[in-house]
């Protein structure tokens, strides 16, 4: 079946650092590529999206860019921001007939300090 | 415009009950999806409905049921509460089915003691 790996967390940062997120997948055919963002106590945001190989989604800074010939979809910031802190989902849709459902990764807890 | 709503927001309940979660779309959606996130864990399937019937189902126990609505809106149901059924109950509509992104509620606290 599908899944998503992401690395485990949480993530640690200093503000402006550089942030990379790891996510791989496995899935048939041609899933569509999702970052999903969760503020504590809240639901989650979609960040950003690929659809289809190559693909480069990009969201208030954020960017991930669908590579078919690795199975990865990882996340990156140039400079992260206190605000940003928060659990990441990689996240892939799967559609089968009339469905699409998303099948998420663990998460990723991201904290960024002064 | 609303994005999607749930109610209620928390909900404690004891073993062996019954619980209905609700859930309102996105305007102008007419697909809803139900997700189950455990404390920790990334949210899991349940299952979608659209057109007023159940389309895809996660691999989760016929104790969970569901309905949608002509308006679109949905039900949850659990029945026979289990301790492990405590989670964030996420629901999702999407502008119909297929390679559309999914806009998340909220989501209801449910705790089962």
């Known amino acids: 079946g599908n899944s998503v790996t992401q690395m485990e967390g949480p993530v640690t940062l200093s503000e402006e650092a550089f942030l990379t997120i790891n996510c791989t997948y496995t899935?048939?055919?041609?899933?569509?590529l999702f970052w999903y963002v969760q503020y504590p106590g809240e639901g989650l945001q979609l960040l950003l999206k690929?659809?289809?190989?190559?693909d480069k989604g990009s969201n208030k800074g954020f960017e991930a860019t669908y590579r078919k010939e690795t199975t990865s979809f990882h996340l990156e910031k140039g400079s992260v921001q206190v605000s940003d802190s928060a659990v990441y989902f990689c996240?892939?849709?799967?559609?089968?007939?009339?469905?699409?459902?998303?099948?998420f990764g663990t998460g990723t807890r991201l904290q960024v300090t002064l | 415009d609303a994005g999607v709503t749930q109610s209620p927001t928390h909900l404690i309940k004891t073993r062996g009950q019954q619980v209905t979660l609700r859930c309102s779309p996105k305007?102008?959606?007419?697909?809803v999806s139900w997700y189950q996130q455990a404390l920790g864990q990334g949210p899991q399937f349940i299952f979608q409905?659209?057109?007023?019937?159940?389309?895809q189902r996660g691999n989760f126990p016929d104790r969970f049921s569901g309905h949608q609505f002509p308006n679109y809106s949905s039900e949850l149901n659990v029945n026979a509460l289990l301790l492990g059924d405590s989670a964030l109950y996420l629901c999702?509509?999407?502008?119909?089915?297929?390679?559309?992104?999914?806009?998340f509620g909220p989501g209801t606290r449910l705790t089962v003691l």
């Open positions: 999702a509509s999407s502008l119909t089915v297929g390679r559309n992104e999914q806009f």
């Open positions: 899935a048939t055919g041609y899933p569509s």
């Open positions: 690929a659809t289809k190989a190559d």
């Open positions: 996240a892939l849709s799967d559609h089968t007939g009339t469905a699409s459902k998303l099948t």
């Open positions: 305007s102008g959606h007419d697909t």
């Open positions: 409905y659209y057109e007023e019937e159940e389309r």
